[in-house]
């Protein structure tokens, strides 16, 4: 499968009209309109990216309720006949044994749901609830999930209003899928819970209320379809990806301004040097440095310097940025894979053909998702070192990036924090994969813990765009003063979007806010977009 691919069965139309998480990743979201239909086809990271953040107004086909309702129907034929089918007339996990009467099966379904919304802690960011709502009606669509078209068009009813459950981040071991954040997720079908409309955190049963629906009564296996399933993992590892796919561009940008302001060299980023050990991804790092900073006067002007060679944080941009690309082309593949793929248990291919696997499995997830993570806090781990560069006087720059130092302390503290940051990322790079605690009495006897590593990820994430966004500071500074030799084309546009967001500076102040500002301009994407439509788009 193609990396840039992800699969969806329901045609979707994206209208892009209690306790905020520990970090920064959720962002406002964005109101102008955006409209996708599939019918059938893949989704793709382009269409997710640009539907990130916003409001999705979900549309489910003929052809979807046609194959959701011919499974239901082998569901209903299996609850009439005598056989024992796991989570349809049994008990769950340890309790697979206990056969369940007839009458019951419904009431068994709404006490999975409400036995398993256990989660605790801060609550899940309202962009990632989008996408687990998104990737489950996505899923149950595929019609091997034994659920009833009413019950996949009431998750689709909530995406639509954009009436976004109350989802705890810790609960889930990622192994028999994401148990407790999908019945989180779930609760307000059934008039209970939380839900997040409007700005406002309002209870389940009045969220209801308001959008005019009666809550869902779950029929036989639903429950366990809606919860069994790897969405808030997924949800996680596809949000990280759409945040990386932009972040690393921006890290070519801002190591760019840096080598341009410490007067370093492009030889390190020639095309027929990375001809010589071809990583797809050095190679593209080091055309995007050169497109950014054609043009360059201040290249030139050091042209005869006799330096013989930049420290590693810069002549080794394209190693180590270039394996933060390849790590993310690999990421796009798995991730790709998994949220459109079957990942309820068990499978119904027929009244008569019921198989009991481990699709809800998070290993492939857990694997990646810490992968991923180690190879984004390296773009901070070498970013931090560039500012410690910016700040030596290198080259001829003021130390700490102020003329008069002493009575100033300069651009000093910000290099603590970056380094805080990274040092931080350091812990939490340690994988979650290689961990397992048995859970159900031992039947489910290893676990992924990949909602720890989806969760510790995003952190991650946030620590290295703030990283990124004190280099940018640093850089911008470390330019000024190789006026008026102009910079490279990029790095010029780069420049004068952070100039007129953030001022030069020669005096201590509030570095906080410059630091909160240059921040804002990392996530708002405005410095990669304007560098964009000056030299094209960067790979």
């Not at 053909?353 to 781990?381: C, K, R």
């Not at 001022?503 to 806010?513: I, Q, R, S």
């Amino acid at each position: 499968m193609a990396w840039w691919l992800l699969t969806a069965f329901v045609p979707i139309i994206v209208a892009m009209n209690d306790k905020q998480t520990t970090n920064c990743g959720e962002q406002p979201i964005q109101s102008n309109p955006y409209e996708f239909g599939l019918n059938g086809q893949d989704l793709t990271f382009d269409v997710l990216a640009q539907a990130f953040r916003r409001p999705l107004d979900v549309r489910i086909d003929d052809e979807a309720s046609a194959r959701v309702a011919k499974c239901r129907a082998y569901v209903d034929q299996i609850v009439a006949g005598e056989s024992a089918v796991y989570g349809v007339n049994t008990g769950f996990g340890n309790l697979c044994t206990k056969r369940i009467k007839r009458d019951q099966v419904e009431q068994l379904q709404e006490n999975l749901i409400l036995s398993h919304a256990v989660g605790v802690g801060y609550r899940t960011p309202d962009e990632l609830v989008r996408l687990m709502l998104l990737f489950k009606i996505h899923a149950l669509c595929r019609g091997f999930s034994g659920v009833r078209c009413e019950t996949v068009n009431m998750l689709a009813q909530l995406l639509r209003a954009d009436c976004l459950p109350v989802v705890p981040l810790q609960g889930s071991l990622g192994a028999s899928g994401d148990l407790a954040p999908l019945a989180h997720m779930v609760l307000p079908i059934l008039g209970k819970g939380t839900v997040r409309y409007k700005g406002q955190t309002v209870s389940g049963e009045q969220a209801l209320k308001t959008l005019g629906l009666e809550p869902t009564r779950l029929g036989a296996k639903e429950g366990l379809a809606l919860i069994n399933g790897t969405q808030f993992m997924s949800a996680h590892a596809a949000g990280f990806i759409i945040r990386a796919m932009h972040l690393i561009k921006h890290a070519d940008i801002v190591a760019a301004i840096s080598l341009e302001g410490l007067r370093g060299s492009l030889r390190p980023f020639a095309e027929r040097l990375h001809e010589l050990r071809p990583h797809r991804g050095a190679i593209e790092t080091s055309e995007n440095v050169r497109r950014i900073m054609e043009g360059s006067r201040i290249l030139e002007s050091h042209a005869d310097c006799g330096k013989v060679q930049d420290p590693y944080s810069l002549r080794c941009v394209p190693q180590v940025h270039g394996a933060t690309r390849q790590a993310l082309h690999h990421g796009m593949e798995v991730v790709g894979t998994e949220i459109n793929s079957v990942t309820d248990n068990p499978v119904i291919f027929s009244e008569t053909d019921t198989i009991s696997g481990g699709l809800f499995h998070g290993q492939p997830l857990a694997v990646v998702l810490d992968y991923l993570a180690i190879a984004v806090a390296e773009l901070g781990n070498i970013s931090e070192r560039r500012i410690y560069l910016l700040l030596s006087g290198h080259d001829g720059l003021p130390q700490l990036l102020m003329e008069e130092t002493g009575l100033n302390s300069g651009f000093m503290l910000p290099q603590y924090t970056a380094a805080a940051l990274v040092s931080e990322n350091k812990v939490l790079c340690s994988p979650a994969s290689v961990d397992s605690i048995p859970s159900s009495l031992g039947q489910e006897d290893h676990v992924s813990m990949g909602s720890i590593a989806g969760t510790k990820a995003w952190r991650v994430m946030d620590h290295v765009e703030t990283i990124l966004a004190i280099e940018q500071l640093c850089a911008a500074q470390a330019l000024d003063y190789r006026a008026p030799v102009e910079p490279g084309r990029g790095v010029s546009v780069a420049h004068e979007v952070i100039r007129k967001k953030i001022d030069h500076t020669e005096n201590d102040h509030f570095l906080g806010e410059d630091i909160s500002a240059s921040l804002e301009l990392v996530r708002a994407g405005r410095v990669v977009n304007e560098v964009e439509k000056e030299i094209g788009v960067l790979k």
